[in-house]
Nanobody, 123 residues
């Protein structure tokens, strides 16, 4: 199991930037081919994937954030980041980080999750 704590959420104007952080405490078992990602959920909507980074550093982004968001991790893989640029009002949501292991990436039904950090983008 993994413990994840998000931070960095804030209220910003459209066009602004934020960097979210996720402190990750991972069990020994989960260190094997760790995959981590960011998800978000707006009120009344389903949770959706935003970005994922695999154990080898490869990344996947949702179409809605490509070119604007960047997912990264530190060398020790103890902190996950999401750099968000050119923010839009539709980016407003609770943002969650999540982790999985064994080469499997987190999904809505598989993985460990943080409590979330709120991002609000005003027009």
């Amino acid at each position: 199991q993994a413990q994840l704590v998000e931070s960095g959420g804030d209220s910003v104007q459209a066009g602004g930037s934020l960097r979210l952080s996720c402190a990750v405490s991972v069990s020994i078992r989960m260190r094997y081919r760790l995959c981590m990602g960011w998800f978000r959920q707006a009120p009344g909507k389903e949770r959706e994937g935003v970005a994922t980074i695999r154990y080898d550093g490869s990344t996947i982004y949702s179409d809605s954030v490509k070119g604007r968001f960047t997912i990264s991790k530190d060398n020790g893989k103890t902190t996950l980041y999401l750099q968000m640029n050119s923010l839009k009002p539709e980016d407003t949501a609770m943002y969650y980080c999540a982790a999985n292991y064994g080469g499997r990436c987190p999904s809505l039904t598989d993985g460990d999750w943080g409590q979330g950090t709120q991002v609000t983008v005003s027009s």
